[in-house]
């Protein structure tokens, strides 16, 4: 796998997140955690750096298990990120969100395992295609 293709899936899955944790769901991550958005907030750019590097680990470690698997048309690959993305994302953040201080664990879980969920099957479609 090239680290070009693996830059832009990863990327591609952060720039889900920007749609994802602002226009469609972005109230309802609000919620789940608790936060009250203020008017014209504008995030620190750790908000963008941390979410951008996990989403470049991520495609670097799916472009592993591509590299492993060798998946033999875009619906194999599909449904290895549709696996990575219940697995590991999705499965992962809904035990992340069993906290006691996260007001809505069920709304969270939903709400983030279900971006990882898309994203990391878009991650693989994008590797997929660009092998």
Known sequence: MTLS????AGTAYFMLGGLWFTPLFGKYWDRAVGF???QRWRPPAIYYLGPWLGCLIAAFATAILFDLIRPAS??????IGFAIGAGYGAALTAVNAIS???PKPGLYAL?????????????????????
């Open 5 to 8: 293709a693996t830059l832009i």
């Open 36 to 38: 009250c958005r203020p």
């Open 74 to 79: 875009l619906t194999d690959a599909l449904k």
């Open 100 to 102: 006691p201080n996260m």
């Open 111 to 131: 709400v983030v395992g279900g971006y990882h969920w898309l994203g990391l099957t878009l991650c693989a479609a994008i590797l997929y295609e660009l092998a």
